[in-house]
């Protein structure tokens, strides 16, 4: 079967920096993506990677390593905006969206 | 504002009954879906639609209908609502039918069954 894996839940300090992982099995592979969900509101787009290595925008960086099924998104100088909950999805053979089911950040003061 | 609505916001409905959740987006994308998002779970697309006049099944399509006579509206109908049927919905346009771009959420229509 299709299977994402990200942690539940991670915990951060204001100002510091957080690598949320994402781990994946999937027939096929055609592109993976992150997204930003505030607790009762809308997911929204954060990044899309399809080949390896590292996407950098502004204080959000996501890699991807297609050999290994492995993603990370990394927040940089922590926010307490920041607190939210982060999807990972990934594009499958038959362009079919399989979404994790997310990693809740807590930001501390 | 350009964007995607959903209405309602919230329902709350006893089981048996006939519920139409509705969406317009006005972005002129080709494709629209339909999620629900569960605790604990991740997103699970209920139906899609690649353009107008075309809808498909998605990974939980069982009690619920579709229809896309229009490039702006997607409404997803419970012909007999169930209490499993209790979740938040999410209805999503694209400006590509092979789901490489970027999903356009709405709010949310969050629904619980009695």
């Known amino acids: 079967g299709q299977n994402i894996d990200q942690p539940t839940e991670m915990t951060a300090t204001e100002g510091a920096i957080v690598q949320i992982n994402c781990t994946y099995q999937?027939?096929?592979?055609?592109?993976l993506f992150w997204y930003q969900q505030h607790a009762g509101e809308a997911p929204t787009f954060l990044s899309y990677?399809?080949l390896d290595g590292l996407e950098e925008k502004g204080r959000f960086s996501s890699f991807l390593s297609r050999s290994k099924g492995y993603s990370y998104l990394l927040l940089k100088e922590l926010q307490m905006k920041d607190s939210a909950s982060y999807l990972c999805?990934?594009?499958?053979?038959?362009?079919?969206?399989?979404w994790g089911a997310g990693t809740k950040l807590i930001i501390k003061p | 504002i350009a964007g995607i609505t959903q209405a309602p916001t919230s329902q709350i409905l006893a089981a048996g009954r006939r519920m139409t959740l509705r969406c317009t987006q006005d972005?002129?994308?080709?494709?629209m879906y339909w999620y629900r998002q569960d605790l604990g779970l991740g997103l699970r697309l209920i139906h899609y639609s690649n353009t107008a006049g075309t809808t498909g099944k998605g990974e939980v399509p069982d009690g619920y209908s579709v229809s896309r006579a229009n490039t702006d509206d997607f409404p997803l109908t419970l012909a007999s609502a169930v209490p499993s049927q209790t979740s938040v919905y999410f209805c999503?346009?694209?400006?590509?039918?092979?789901?490489?771009?970027?999903?356009?959420f709405g709010e949310g229509s969050r629904l619980t069954v009695l």
């Open positions: 990677n399809v």
């Open positions: 999503a346009s694209s400006d590509s039918d092979t789901n490489t771009g970027e999903l356009f």
């Open positions: 999937t027939s096929g592979f055609n592109g």
């Open positions: 972005m002129r994308h080709n494709a």
């Open positions: 999805a990934v594009l499958d053979s038959n362009y079919q969206l399989i």
